[in-house]
């Protein structure tokens, strides 16, 4: 059962422009969200979280935003960068316990 | 560098053969996640340990896998009898104690290929 979604496989991109990446969840009890981004032949890093206290979080150019009604979580960058290119991973959790999502390939063109 | 290592990168077994990865978390871990990510599929959660206690093995096939995090040293995901099939990247990753809200840092895989 995958408690956390990522409906597109791949994004892209003109570079300068928005990224907006798409996450859905299933599980209430989630209480912190988090997005990592992964290279190949690399492992995830940790790019940016939420708590489910918050609606938005911001950190340079990417911005969180979680709606917990939808149960939906966003990640927006701007402005876009080649080197942005990567796979992104929404995940969630609770008590310890960690969900993924299947990624989402962004592919930013120059 | 006191980030999550994972050993070996790359293994190589046949199949029939058993393989042993480890991964020693970042200083001051006591959590330890193992994940397998498939070719062209997402991570998938295999198990949680702490230190001497599996906490949530949902993830792991019931047969041939297993996998400890002692008291001293690394963790260990062993693989028995390995078959095609497990072919595939395993990530591991840590976290604090009494986690809280932290997130969960990663190593750089082990890519294993059974011929």
């Known amino acids: 059962d995958q408690q956390v979604k990522q409906n597109s496989p791949s994004l892209s991109v003109q570079e300068g422009r928005i990224s907006i990446l798409n996450c859905d969840y299933t599980?209430?009890?989630?209480?912190?969200f988090l997005w990592y981004k992964k290279y190949p032949a690399e492992g995830p890093t940790f790019l940016i979280s939420?708590?489910?206290?918050?609606d938005k979080n911001e950190d340079g150019r990417f911005t969180v935003f979680l709606n917990k009604s939808a149960k939906h979580l966003s990640l927006h960058i701007v402005p876009s960068q080649p080197g942005d290119s990567a796979v992104y991973f929404c995940?969630?959790?609770?008590?310890?316990?960690?969900?993924f999502g299947t990624g989402t390939s962004l592919t930013v063109i120059p | 560098n006191a980030g999550v290592m994972q050993n070996p990168r790359h293994l190589v077994r046949r199949r029939g053969q058993e393989a042993r990865l480890r991964c020693s978390p970042m200083?001051?871990?006591?959590?330890v996640y193992w994940y397998r990510q498939l070719p062209e599929e997402g991570l998938k959660f295999m198990v949680y340990?702490?230190?001497?206690?599996?906490?949530?093995e949902s993830g792991m096939p019931k047969e041939r896998f297993s996998a400890e995090f002692p008291k001293e040293g690394p963790s260990i995901l062993r693989i028995q009898q390995v078959v095609r099939g497990d072919s595939a990247a395993y990530f591991c990753?840590?976290?604090?104690?009494?986690?809280?809200?932290?997130?969960?840092?990663f190593g750089d895989g082990t890519r294993l290929s059974i011929l």
């Open positions: 599980n209430s009890m989630f209480d912190y």
């Open positions: 340990l702490q230190k001497e206690n599996i906490i949530d």
């Open positions: 995940a969630a959790t609770y008590f310890n316990q960690f969900y």
């Open positions: 990753a840590s976290s604090p104690p009494n986690n809280g809200n932290q997130p969960q840092h």
């Open positions: 939420i708590s489910s206290i918050k």
């Open positions: 200083k001051g871990h006591s959590h």
